[in-house]
């Protein structure tokens, strides 16, 4: 098993920037991938970016050039660095890991907030 611990969120302007962290622990040699989603109110939960084991990342089109996604192997630690930030992104972020043969994990979510 997993857990998930996610910090970062928090209260912007409009084009300024966070930095959200996900750090696992438990059972972390079996993690497959890891994602970073979010839910705004009243909307489903979308997938930002995610990056595989072997480090390749994707990003959603509204995020690409804006956001990026990293991670610290000796940290266990995923990292959504935001740039740019708009009153749009505005949403609850949640980390995301696809763990062993087919297991999901989430974070509790952090809230993001950008005010115009």
Known sequence: QVQLVESGGGLVQAGGSLRLSCTASGDTFSINARDWYRQAPGKQ????????????TTYADFVKGRFTISRDNAK??????????????????????RWGMGFNYWGQGTQVTVSS
């Open 45 to 56: 939960r979308e997938l930002v970016a995610a990056i595989s084991a072997g480090g390749t």
């Open 76 to 97: 266990n630690t995923m990292y959504l660095q935001m740039n740019s930030l708009k009153p749009e992104d505005t949403a609850v972020y949640y980390c995301h890991v």
